[in-house]
């Protein structure tokens, strides 16, 4: 198995071994910057998943805020191992677009331990959000996955090139209980592919 079949597979953050290769790569150009700026924080941020895109990534999947295992692995990855995780890994990989176009990260980036989402977390969401995009110069667009993340809306600049779409969240209840909504965020996500111009069924 090479690498890039590593970066693939389902809940493949459960091993501690591909959890610090994954350290390893933080330093890598299309990552480093986006770590330089949020770990120097004095938040309980996770890291990104350098087998995302980085600052080279033109789609961002923004969600709420990270959950309970980033807490053992240290990152927010569709590698995670959680439903919510997995749910995401399938379908981007489905609606065929390459990990390399994508980042994902979520509306209140640090760790809440299952508080609710203050006025003073959106306050500051937004600053670690308008940095974000500054560092992410290719961005064309962004996905909102549920409620929350669909407050970041109002902070997205108005401009031709940048795109905004919203769906509900891919997390587990919300897809047992609402199984529509697994339809909604593929199609969105067929949208986003059909924005950026990618082929269909494109998997790598």
């Given at each position: 198995?090479?690498?890039c079949d590593k970066c693939n597979q389902p809940y493949a953050l459960l091993k501690e071994?591909?959890?610090?290769r994954r350290l390893e790569m933080l330093n890598h150009p299309h990552i480093s910057p986006l770590e330089s700026y949020f770990q120097n924080l004095d938040r309980d941020i996770p890291h990104f998943d350098p087998c995302d895109g980085g600052i080279n990534a033109r789609l961002l999947?923004?969600?709420?805020?990270?959950?309970p295992k980033v807490r053992t692995t240290g990152f927010i990855s569709r590698n995670n191992p959680d439903l919510t995780a997995l749910n995401v890994l399938n379908l981007i990989s489905n609606a065929?677009?390459?990990?390399?176009e994508t980042l994902l990260w979520n509306f209140v980036p640090w760790h809440l331990d299952g508080k609710?989402?203050?006025?003073?977390h959106e306050t500051e969401a937004e600053i670690l959000f308008r940095a974000l995009l500054r560092?992410?110069?290719n961005l064309r667009v962004i996905l909102l996955f549920g409620f929350e993340a669909q407050k970041?809306?109002?902070?997205?600049p108005t401009q031709p090139r940048m795109h905004t779409l919203?769906?509900?969240?891919?997390?587990e209840r919300n897809m047992r209980s609402r199984t529509w909504e697994w339809m909604e965020i593929f199609e969105r996500l067929i949208e986003a592919r059909d924005l950026l111009n990618l082929p269909e069924n494109r998997n790598d």
């Open positions: 198995m090479n690498d071994e591909e959890q610090r999947l923004l969600l709420q805020d990270p959950g065929g677009i390459p990990r390399r609710a989402i203050r006025k003073s560092l992410c110069p970041a809306r109002l902070w997205v919203a769906s509900g969240h891919p997390g």
